[in-house]
Structure formats: structure tokens, C-alpha cells
């Protein structure tokens, strides 16, 4: 089992910044992908950004310029740098970890709010 904890959600006025975090910790295969969804009210959840162990990283349309995932490998560790906040960035923010049997697993979710 894979367990994922995120952290770093809250409240900020429209422009500004946030950064998300999650720590993966259990029984991780090394080649994974790394992940963050959002769920606004309504709507379906939708991928953010995502980064594989090994290959290019995958943003959505509406924060591409905005918004960069890293992860470090040896700390089973991904983030997320929010700039240019939007209002309709607001929504919950998942952690997602997909490994190489096509297992997946997610975070408990971390709410985010941009005020305008």
C-alpha cells in the first residue's frame, strides 16, 4: 500500500502564490508518475500537472506558464508552485501516484481558495 499526505493548501487573493506538497511513503515502485488532480464544486476532477520518474512533465492547458510540478525521487516527494493565482484555480487539490502495475492511489486532498 502507498499512502500520500498533502500539504500546503489555504486562502489567497487572486494573483498570488501557493505551494502544494505531498509525501508518498509504503511500498513505492522506483518508475512511477506523480501526479496533482482538482475537483471544483460541480465539476469533475481534472489533471493539474503530472511528472514521471523518467519522462517530460504534463500540464493542463489553463496553467501551463502558471504553474510547475517537481519531485524529488529520493524522497518520494512532489510539489506544486501555484503563481498567478486565478479564482478558478480554486477548487480541492489531490496528490496522485500511479506505478508501473497501474496501481493508483490518492492523497486525502488539500482545498485551495483564490479570492479575487
Known amino acids: 500500500q502507498v499512502q500520500l499526505v498533502e500539504s500546503g493548501g489555504g486562502l489567497v487573493q487572486a494573483g498570488g502564490s501557493l505551494r502544494l506538497s505531498c509525501a508518498a511513503s509504503?511500498?513505492?515502485?522506483?518508475?512511477?508518475?506523480m501526479g496533482w488532480y482538482r475537483q471544483a464544486p460541480g465539476k469533475q476532477r481534472e489533471l493539474v500537472a503530472a511528472i514521471p520518474s523518467l519522462g517530460s512533465t504534463i500540464y493542463a492547458d489553463s496553467v501551463k506558464g502558471r504553474f510547475t510540478i517537481s519531485r524529488d525521487n529520493a524522497k518520494n516527494t512532489v510539489d506544486l508552485q501555484m503563481n498567478s493565482l486565478k479564482p478558478e484555480d480554486t477548487a480541492v487539490y489531490y496528490c496522485?501516484?500511479?506505478?508501473?502495475?497501474?496501481?493508483?492511489?490518492w492523497g486525502q486532498g488539500t482545498q485551495v481558495t483564490v479570492s479575487s
Open positions: 509504503g511500498s513505492i515502485f522506483s518508475i512511477n508518475t
Open positions: 496522485n501516484l500511479v506505478d508501473i502495475t497501474s496501481s493508483g492511489y
